[in-house]
């Protein structure tokens, strides 16, 4: 029987402990057998991290400059894995996402995959498939929703990935020089797609490799996803033009992407997040940005170096129990604790609480390494169903059961019930 290919999961934290402490514990429940997590981060949250058991299984790499393609890059320099996977501090991967990601891989001419990304409320899409233009503008791919789609470049532009789901061959990667570092942390993954379709790479999409994806603050951008300065997305937007557009449609692309970027502001303002001078303060900087953009000119990008360090394997969960919990609200003390202590024993924990509601569906991965689902019985999950459908209490966990069991791995456990434990 093959091997499983060896997996190196990168993880690019800054200043953000908590959210890369609960990543790392979401990473630390894959099922797939052969993975490593290599982490890039400023000091003191290697430091943190250096004191949590798990670090003796970590690769960590010191790294403070404000520059996820420079960050990138240094973990792709200790990433010994045949297949390098990246995902942010900020989002949580389901415990199948490796196996449905590398799936692709099986085809020698798969480059690069890119899996489906869900929301802040766990259940909206933020990102599926899509299609980059050289101009930069995207269009969604119509893929099917269960199975992997292998596809060529189109006729211009690349299938475009999102940089906290996608996994690339390590030494097509490296070939390439990595991430362009005049990408400080916009627009680096679509400039490599674009860059590996000029070269006549497949690209793998896997619907089945899940994620979570919050959206942390940053200091470009609040917890309520309102932008603080756009004057990086200037920049990198002039790059990329520079890089890629041709030079006819460039004035067109960058007044295409100056109206985005104020109606984005002016939703944001008729909300009452932002005023008419923040919505002035914002344009003004992302053209400020645009012309220093202009200004960075292309680096060097050598074929990176062989990894700096042995594979280190990551204990696997591969044989690790699924659980689903449900319960009432009155009884959620008592779910939390059997989730943690279900957790301690090395399972995936599923708990489901619902009220005798009509409120929408939530799912969050807790600090406490469980998945918690809530919301009404009555309510919609996915946000296409009816606003209010009757059901049982035992019918509407099962059927949100029945939503997640791929990803979760609740079909691996069909014996009893998915197992189901009412509390």
């Known amino acids: 029987m093959t091997a499983p290919l060896s997996v190196s999961v990168v993880i690019v934290s800054r200043h953000r402990p908590d959210f890369l402490r609960r990543c790392l514990i979401g990473v630390s429940q894959l099922f797939y057998p052969r993975f490593e997590v290599v982490v890039v981060a400023d000091h003191a949250s290697c430091a943190g991290l250096r004191a949590l058991p798990q670090a003796a299984f970590v690769k960590i790499v010191e790294f403070d400059d404000a520059n ?48 489906f990304v869900r929301g802040r409320n766990g259940i909206s899409w933020q990102s599926r498939a899509r299609v980059v233009d050289p101009a930069g503008a995207t269009r969604p791919l119509e893929v099917p929703p269960n199975r992997v789609s292998i596809l060529p470049p189109p006729r211009e532009g690349a299938v475009r990935t999102e940089g906290t789901n996608m996994a690339l061959r390590r030494d097509r990667l490296a070939a390439l020089g990595g991430f362009d570092p005049r990408y400080r942390y916009f627009l680096d993954e679509t400039d490599l797609n674009l860059r590996l379709a000029a070269t006549g790479a497949m690209t793998g ?9 919050g959206f942390a603050p940053a200091p470009h951008r609040r917890a309520d996803r309102v932008p603080r300065d756009l004057r990086e997305i200037g920049a ?46 914002l344009m003004r900087g992302l053209r400020q940005g645009y012309a220093e953009g202009l200004q960075r000119a292309a680096l060097p990008m050598p074929p990176l170096a ?9 204990p696997s969960r591969h044989e690790s129990r699924p659980i689903l919990i449900a319960g009432r609200l009155w009884s959620r003390a008592r779910q939390r604790r059997r989730a ?9 924990v599923t708990v489901m609480r619902f009220t005798l509601t009509a409120l929408f569906h939530r799912v969050r991965f807790t600090r406490d390494g ?54």
């Open 306 to 314: 062989p990894p700096t360090e042995p594979f280190r394997p990551y």
């Open 205 to 213: 999409i896997a619907p089945l490799a899940e994620v979570h994806h």
């Open 340 to 348: 943690r202590t279900e957790v301690a024993a090395g399972n995936t």
């Open 236 to 281: 990198s937007w002039a790059v990329f033009l520079s890089t890629h557009c041709p030079a006819g449609r460039r004035e067109r692309a960058w007044q295409r992407v100056q109206d985005e970027e104020r109606r984005r502001a002016l939703r944001h303002m008729v909300s009452g997040a932002l005023e008419p001078r923040d919505v002035r303060r």
């Open 68 to 115: 996820i393609s420079a960050a990138r890059n240094a973990g792709i320099a200790a990433a010994a894995g045949e297949i390098i996977a990246f995902i942010d501090d900020d989002a949580v991967p389901e415990p199948t996402w490796l196996d449905f990601l590398v799936v692709p891989f099986a085809d020698p001419q798969v480059a690069v995959v890119g899996g």
């Open 370 to 423: 469980y998945w918690e689902h809530t919301g009404g019985v009555f309510g919609r999950s996915e946000r296409d169903q009816p606003l209010f459908r009757l059901w049982t209490f035992a019918g509407r966990v099962h059927a949100e059961a029945e939503r997640v069991r791929i990803v979760r791995g609740l079909d691996e456990f069909q014996g009893e019930r998915r197992g189901m434990l009412p509390i």
